[in-house]
């Protein structure tokens, strides 16, 4: 396997650059996706792949959808409504440069590109059963009983802290 960030951050022909979203969306995107990171979760992702199979750049799709959920989900835990992050990777926030409608929007658009990029790779065509198995997990896991879930938690715990501190001042 290659070190670095583009392997994971830039999906195959027919995905991220073959129908561009326009603009500001596409930067939006490209923004939050491509500050610089660990990479921790697709990086996995083909390590697993690779511990059972040497062809680990088949896998890749499904490692950048792994990392464009990801992003996703940071994008929106920084928006005003969640944590409110001025900083994320030390760069500003997508929202505070792009606007909180456009963030919103950059997050839901790769979420979709996610499952369009795992659903449309070569070895979704071939396996189509087990793609559709590995996507329905990563739906689940990313899903409402799963990280969204933790969000959730997270915000409404905020507000039963925030609604006890009312009560003691």
């Given at each position: 396997?290659?070190?670095?960030?583009?392997?994971?951050?830039?999906?195959?022909?027919?995905?991220?650059?073959?129908?561009?979203?326009?603009?500001?969306?596409?930067?939006?995107?490209?923004y939050?996706?491509?500050?610089p990171?660990?990479?921790?979760?697709?990086?996995?992702?083909?390590?697993?792949y690779?511990l059972?199979?040497?062809?680990?750049?088949?896998?890749?799709?499904?490692?950048?959808a792994?990392?464009m959920?990801?992003t996703?989900?940071?994008?929106?835990?920084?928006?005003?409504a969640?944590?409110?992050?001025?900083l994320?990777?030390?760069?500003p926030?997508?929202?505070?440069?792009?606007?909180?409608?456009?963030?919103?929007?950059?997050?839901?658009?790769l979420?979709?590109?996610?499952?369009?990029?795992?659903?449309?790779?070569?070895?979704?065509?071939?396996?189509?059963e087990?793609?559709?198995?590995?996507?329905g997990?990563?739906?689940?896991?990313?899903?409402?009983?799963?990280?969204?879930?933790?969000?959730?938690?997270?915000?409404?715990?905020?507000?039963?802290?925030?609604?006890a501190?009312?009560?003691?001042?």
């Amino acid at each position: 396997m290659q070190q670095g960030d583009e392997p994971v951050t830039q999906p195959q022909e027919g995905g991220w650059e073959a129908d561009m979203p326009p603009q500001p969306l596409r930067s939006a995107m490209r923004y939050s996706l491509l500050l610089p990171g660990k990479r921790l979760r697709p990086v996995l992702l083909l390590a697993a792949y690779h511990l059972v199979r040497d062809d680990w750049e088949r896998a890749l799709p499904f490692a950048c959808a792994m990392e464009m959920i990801h992003t996703y989900s940071l994008i929106h835990d920084d928006l005003p409504a969640m944590d409110d992050d001025a900083l994320r990777r030390g760069k500003p926030t997508n929202h505070r440069v792009f606007g909180e409608a456009v963030a919103i929007l950059a997050g839901d658009g790769l979420l979709n590109l996610a499952y369009e990029t795992m659903l449309s790779a070569p070895i979704a065509a071939e396996r189509p059963e087990q793609a559709l198995r590995a996507a329905g997990e990563i739906a689940r896991r990313a899903g409402v009983c799963g990280m969204i879930a933790g969000q959730t938690a997270d915000v409404t715990l905020e507000q039963v802290d925030a609604e006890a501190m009312e009560m003691l001042v």
